[in-house]
């Protein structure tokens, strides 16, 4: 059964860092597209950045030079650090991927985390 299970969610107060991990079973994290998301209260899914096959990433610009995401394949984990927090990126977090390894930047997301909270505070 593959799975994608998100930790490292907590409360911190603005200007704080936190690292979000995604455990994947049952898939090989390297050479996939890995995104993250967020949802937060009365407002739509938010898309937050993407590592696509080649390793190549991109970012949402609220998040563009706080938020970095990686993966690493011998642990079979992505990771969301996250730096320079404020009161507005307080959501759950959600990593997403695709099962299947795609050329050319293309990324199909099929699989979902359960969520993990962040909450920063002023």
């Known amino acids: 059964q593959v799975q994608l299970v998100e930790s490292g969610g907590g409360s911190v107060q603005a200007g704080g860092s936190l690292k979000l991990s995604c455990a994947a079973s049952?898939?090989?994290?390297?050479?996939?597209?890995m995104a993250w998301f967020r949802q937060a209260p009365g407002k739509a899914r938010e898309w937050i950045t993407t590592?696509?096959?080649?390793?190549?990433?991109w970012y949402a610009d609220s998040v563009k030079g706080r938020f970095t995401i990686s993966r690493d394949s011998a642990k079979n984990t992505a990771y969301l650090q996250m730096n320079s927090l404020k009161p507005e990126d307080t959501a759950p977090y959600y990593c997403?991927?695709?099962?299947?390894?795609?050329?050319?930047?293309?990324?199909?997301?099929?699989?979902w985390g359960q969520g993990t909270q962040v909450t920063v505070s002023s």
């Open positions: 049952g898939l090989t994290t390297s050479n996939k597209c």
């Open positions: 590592i696509y096959s080649d390793d190549s990433t």
């Open positions: 997403a991927a695709d099962s299947r390894t795609r050329r050319n930047r293309a990324c199909e997301i099929n699989l």
